[in-house]
């Protein structure tokens, strides 16, 4: 499984744009990068995945590294209802997502 | 938009006892995974299941655990005899490829 690094918390104003940042230099060529978010006391959700260019859907954009050891997830315009912890996490089909500690994401008002 | 549904959403048992967890997933998805969170603790992959028989499991699913698909409808994840260190959240989860992998909202285990 590739190792991720990311921030274990940001904070953001409401409304603001939110980069979160992703490490995984140890990603494999197969690999698609894929995001999901946990909402408090929520199962996990998935936001967003991509293998090699950017990627846009209506939660949020995901802009991948030329040499892909790392991403960056954006938030266009954060909501109070974006604030949960996000997961970057290397996947190649249908295998089990291993998640880490995630980046808690507050907004603030 | 198509939902994962979990029963029952709390489920409290004495030690020892049996519990079936239940899981209703996406109707055409033929990938099916259980996840669990202890609480304050990272999501933990459990087992995953394809074809009618087990793909991939961790080691925390050992021989007292056990995955059913009795019909073409239920994914069941059974505890034989619960311990204390069983009390977590259990999510289910689905997947077909294009749009990630969704997730149940989870059924809350106390075990007492």
């Known amino acids: 499984d590739a190792k991720t690094t990311q921030p274990n918390s940001m904070e953001s104003n409401e409304e603001e744009p939110v980069h979160l940042p992703c490490n995984h230099s140890?990603?494999?060529?197969?690999?698609?990068i894929h995001w999901y978010r946990q909402l408090p006391s929520q199962g996990p959700e998935y936001v967003i995945h991509?293998?090699?260019s950017n990627v846009n859907n209506r939660m949020a954009s995901l802009a991948i590294a030329e040499d892909r050891k790392s991403s960056t997830l954006i938030l266009h315009r954060a909501t109070l209802r974006d604030a949960a912890v996000y997961y970057c996490?290397?996947?190649?089909?249908?295998?089990?997502?291993?998640f880490g500690t995630g980046t808690r994401l507050l907004v603030s008002p | 938009e198509p939902e994962v549904t979990q029963t029952p959403s709390h489920q409290v048992t004495q030690m020892g006892q049996e519990v079936i967890l239940r899981c209703v997933p996406i109707?055409?998805?033929?990938?099916f995974y259980w996840y669990r969170q202890i609480l304050g603790q990272k999501v933990e992959f459990l087992v995953s299941f394809y074809n009618n028989e087990i793909s991939e499991k961790s080691e925390i699913f050992d021989d007292q655990f056990s995955v059913e698909r009795p019909d073409g409808s239920n994914f069941t994840l059974k505890i034989r005899s619960t311990k204390l260190e069983d009390s977590a959240m259990y999510f289910c989860a689905s997947n077909q490829g294009a749009d990630g992998y969704t997730f149940g909202s989870g059924t809350r285990l106390t075990v007492v």
């Open positions: 109707s055409n998805h033929l990938y």
């Open positions: 996490i290397p996947l190649t089909g249908f295998q089990k997502l291993v």
């Open positions: 140890t990603i494999s060529g197969t690999d698609y």
């Open positions: 991509g293998l090699t």
